[in-house]
């Protein structure tokens, strides 16, 4: 039998508590192969636990999470996770390795580890592609500015060229000029691979640059979603005092 392959990542009612705290309420959301969504919402709506309970790092409590139609947690974890690619919130950089080995590490982990100078070969190729010198590649991180360090996240979230990429408030601490910068690289990187990928953020100008869909997370739930030219005249109460900032509106302002 034929017919459409299972969305890459699929949401079915996904639910996740904290004690009394009731923070995904019955998530539904459908990511197909090779396109990119944007997950929006205020802060404290979810955004992070959503892209934590695909990770397996937090365990949903009720409800589905499917990768190519196979449930999250039934497939070798090792396996699992050689699929991501992950660009955290700040960079996450090991400060005390050299740049190469925070974009190689993953390569020199494992059963099909690379020899160290093919590792380093490789970072360096990785570093090139997301617009630095080779010569980066043995300074430390803190040698390097906020957008230098976002750039060797990205090398690193690439370096092991992942079918899935998540993007963890890809553009927090850098300005407009320099998330700019980001956010089309972010853009190109995914097309170019063909990756699926999964994007938090409140930067409205990461929606934009990298979303072909996007959807806002409110009240633990999906309240709308749709392809990213849509999302101005989404109809939605919610949507519009989220694009335009405005402290009036249905969404309670004081948390
Ligand atoms: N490990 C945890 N233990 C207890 N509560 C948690 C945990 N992780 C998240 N929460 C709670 O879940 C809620 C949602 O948090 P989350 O970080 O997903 O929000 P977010 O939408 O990503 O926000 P922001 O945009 O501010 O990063 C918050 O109220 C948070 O306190």
Redesign the pocket.
């Known amino acids: 039998m034929t017919g459409t392959p299972p969305p890459r990542i699929a949401f079915r009612e996904v639910t996740k508590s904290?004690g009394p705290?009731e923070?995904l309420r019955g998530v539904t959301l459908d990511i197909p192969v090779g396109e990119s969504m944007v997950i929006i919402?205020?802060?404290?709506?979810?955004?992070?636990?959503?892209l934590k309970t695909v990770l397996g790092i937090?365990p949903h409590d009720g409800g589905t999470i499917e990768i190519d139609g196979v449930a999250v947690g039934r497939t070798r974890r090792d396996d699992f996770l050689s699929r991501f690619g992950m660009l955290f919130q700040g960079g996450a950089l090991f400060d005390s390795l050299p740049v190469w080995q925070n974009v190689a590490f993953r390569l020199r982990q494992g059963r099909d580890r690379l020899s160290k100078s093919d590792a380093r070969d490789l970072a360096i190729e990785k570093l090139r592609r997301v617009g630095l010198k080779a010569d980066v590649a043995d300074l430390f991180p803190a040698e390097l500015s906020g957008g230098m360090q976002k750039r060797v996240g990205l090398a690193r979230a690439i370096a092991a060229e992942p079918e899935i990429i998540f993007f963890d408030?890809p553009t927090t601490g850098l300005d407009p000029i320099m998330s700019g910068v980001i956010n089309e690289l972010i853009r190109e990187i995914v097309v170019e691979m063909g990756a699926t990928a999964m994007t938090?953020t409140?930067d409205m100008s990461s929606v934009r640059a990298i979303a072909d869909k996007v959807a806002m997370?409110h009240d633990g739930k999906i309240r709308w979603t749709g392809p990213v030219d849509q999302i101005e005249t989404s109809g939605d109460p919610y949507m519009d005092q989220f694009l335009h900032g405005r402290a009036e509106g249905p969404i309670e302002a004081v948390r």
């Not at 919402?41 to 959503?50: D, F, H, L, P, R």
């Open positions: 904290f705290k923070v919402g205020g802060s404290g709506t979810g955004k992070s636990v959503a937090i408030e938090i409140h997370l």
